[in-house]
């Protein structure tokens, strides 16, 4: 198999606190030890340089480039890699505050940003309620970029439930989703690791999902277990709760086996998928 087809991906699970800057030192210290692994592309959790909760994003929020962006950008340039920024909350020059990735390569250089599209305003009786548009503002655009020859889709947490967001990423070309998230400890055991399945067999591609470590005296808890799954829709690497990285292969080869085996991505029916009204005449 060649290594050309192969992209060695690191999610790193870290823990958050409430002080900045030792997030900040913390995200470029675990960059480093996965570079040093041997990991081409790092990616970090949603929310990674403040804790997660609608009191804390205006608070923590940022301009692009800025103090946080322009860490990310040194950690890529210094250790040669991608570095997908899991998320921050971005202050817009029109005074908006959006949740925000942003997407390095080796040479430091910004090559994407993706502004969360679908925020998380849920109400689960017993569970949770919360809402991200009590602050947030959506984005509208997709967003890929290609680390060496693998081609990736880039998604936020909620981004994540919506299938035809992935069906779009994989129309595009794509090898692997990336999901910074940070699921509950209500919705994580239900549905975050299905969800990943879900979207990675129905696509036929790599999906990865990198959340905060468990802190159990933070006001939103996170549940962990960042997990990387493939296209077969098996979990191939998966993190538990606390702080820790963990690494997968992405390789190519293994999704054109897949789409050869089982080709779903090549029957199309028009005929039956085109929404008709049987009324008309």
């Known amino acids: ?21 030792e997030n900040l030192s913390r995200a470029v210290k675990m960059i480093g030890e996965a ?8 990616t970090l959790p949603e929310c990674f340089n403040c804790p997660y909760g609608t009191q804390f994003f205006a608070e923590y929020a940022e301009k692009i480039p800025g103090n946080s962006t322009q860490t990310l950008a040194e950690a890529a340039k210094e250790n040669k890699i991608f570095v997908v920024g899991g998320s921050i909350p971005e202050e817009s020059e029109d005074g908006k505050v959006y949740n925000t990735c942003t997407v390095y390569d080796p040479s430091g250089t910004c090559i994407a940003k993706h502004r969360k599209i679908h925020l998380f305003d849920i109400d689960v009786p017993g569970g ?9 503002s959506p984005g509208s655009d997709l ?20 299938a ?9 070309g794509c090898h692997l989703l990336l999901y910074p998230g940070a ?12 969800l990943q399945r879900a979207r990675a067999l129905d696509n036929e591609l790599y999906v990865a999902t990198v959340s905060p470590a468990r802190d159990e005296k933070a006001s939103y808890v996170a549940w962990g277990h960042s997990t ?22 992405i390789d190519i080869a293994a999704i054109e086996k897949m789409r050869t085996q089982i080709p779903i991505m090549h029957q199309k029916r028009p005929d039956l998928y085109e929404i008709k009204d049987k009324s008309e005449k």
């Open 1 to 21: 198999m060649s290594s050309k087809s192969v992209l060695k991906l690191a999610l790193v699970q870290m823990a958050v606190s409430a002080n900045k800057s």
């Open 35 to 42: 570079a040093k692994a041997g990991a081409k592309i790092v």
């Open 128 to 136: 949770i309620t919360f809402k991200e548009s009590d602050v947030l």
């Open 143 to 162: 967003t890929t970029f290609t680390a060496e020859n693998v081609k990736v889709g880039v998604g936020i947490c909620y981004d994540m439930r919506f």
């Open 164 to 172: 035809e967001l992935a069906q779009l990423y994989c129309k595009r």
């Open 183 to 194: 699921f509950n400890m209500t919705t994580g055991p239900a549905h975050w690791e299905l």
């Open 228 to 249: 990387a799954v493939n296209p077969w829709g098996e979990p191939i690497s998966k993190a538990g709760s606390e702080e820790e990285i963990i690494y997968a292969d």
